[in-house]
């Protein structure tokens, strides 16, 4: 258990003393020796940092121990504001079904239990799997530091869920609709330039006209638009490190972008707010989910990502090499690039012509 307390030096500067102890399997307790910091923020970073690794074994609940793993992890830097809320908003429901539960005792029992229960609520496949992988990441790093024996998550099952139709990308005739009815909000060009280039939405928010060479054709993606703690959007860094990249752009991207340079003013955002700082995603994202019901898209369509996702989806049956989509997407690997390959019904009467013929 970790504490913290004002103190002072010999010249009255005021300063933050840590000081920590555990109890060992046996009983027996062990002082750590304090550490002083200029700040209450270094303090505190290095109070959980102890209470992460030092606390006591097969002691505390769960709910505490999550708390003070995403605390450190956000004050080392190791996540992003936006990702530590994220992680706080999982840590939420766990804690809700089995926080109460010691750290040391949980099984894998409570954790199908908690994963049964979100299946229930309607979460789909994939975000549980990215809400188990969360807690299997904490409950690693429980591990190392011999907080408890093993990970229950390895051994946790998935339950069954439900099967929904995948997203899909509209045919091209809706998403010139959804383009065109977008274009009579605030958003219509950002929305464009993502479906032209396959930008992210942060992407897009983040795009400073420093980097963008209208003359050379081509964008660089540097930063990425992003939630503090605060809830404020601010400028980050792009996503991963594959993120940050130069897009080539087509005539209709430039078009894009030269009629944003006209309305943004003076403002350094190619896609400004109304007082010429970053715009807010969250309201581009609700005009996106607005046009798509008033049009009758189908559910399974994301406005967010459905640009990006419309892009990639007609570079590849256009037969852009695997390699080059994944540079102009920004991908880790050839694999995500492919999951956006999706075959339509033209796709495969056209693969079945290869038999036409034969015999």
């Not at 992407?203 to 420093?210: F, I, M, R, V, Y």
Request: charged share 25%; with cysteine; glycine share 8%.
């Amino acid at each position: 258990m970790a504490s913290i307390e004002r103190t002072k030096t010999k010249k009255g500067e005021p300063r933050w003393r840590v000081k920590s102890e555990r109890t060992l399997p046996n009983g027996e307790r062990v002082h750590a020796p304090s550490a002083t910091f200029k700040t209450y923020a270094e303090a505190k970073a290095e109070a959980a940092k102890r209470e992460l690794v030092g606390g006591t074994f097969g002691k505390g609940s769960l709910a505490a121990y999550l708390s003070s793993w995403v605390d450190y992890r956000e004050r080392m830097n190791l996540i992003r504001p936006s990702t530590a809320a994220g992680y706080r908003s999982v840590i939420d429901d766990v804690n809700a079904h089995i926080g109460s539960v010691p750290l040391a005792k949980l099984s894998v029992d409570e954790i199908e239990f908690w994963l049964s229960a979100m299946r229930d609520r309607g979460v789909g496949a994939s975000s549980l799997v990215n809400f188990k992988a969360i807690l299997s990441s904490a409950l690693n790093d429980a591990v190392k530091s011999r907080k408890i024996v093993y990970n229950p998550c390895s051994a946790a099952r998935l339950p069954k869920t439900p099967r929904h139709g995948e997203r899909v990308v509209p045919p091209l005739e809706d998403v010139r609709r959804f383009l065109d009815a977008l274009d009579l909000t605030e958003h219509g060009l950002l929305y464009r330039l993502c479906a032209l280039t396959g930008l992210r939405r942060g992407e897009a928010g983040g795009l400073l006209w420093d980097n963008v060479d209208l003359d050379g054709k081509q964008l660089h993606v540097r930063r990425n638009l992003t939630r503090d703690k605060a809830g404020e959007w601010v400028l980050g860094p792009p996503k991963t490190r594959t993120s940050e990249r130069t897009v080539p752009l087509v005539s209709d991207a430039l078009h894009v972008l030269r009629r944003a340079k006209l309305k943004a003013g003076g403002s350094d955002f190619v896609f400004p707010g109304k007082t010429g700082g970053p715009r807010s995603m969250g309201a581009a994202s609700d005009a996106g989910r607005r046009v798509k019901r008033n049009l009758g898209l189908p559910q399974a369509f994301s406005p967010a990502h459905g640009m990006r996702n419309f892009f990639a989806t007609m570079m590849l049956r256009n037969g852009t090499d695997i390699r080059v989509l994944q540079g102009i997407m920004g991908h880790a690997s050839p694999e995500q690039t492919m999951s956006y390959q999706k075959p339509d019904d033209d796709d495969r009467a056209q693969a079945m012509n290869a038999m036409d013929g034969l015999l």
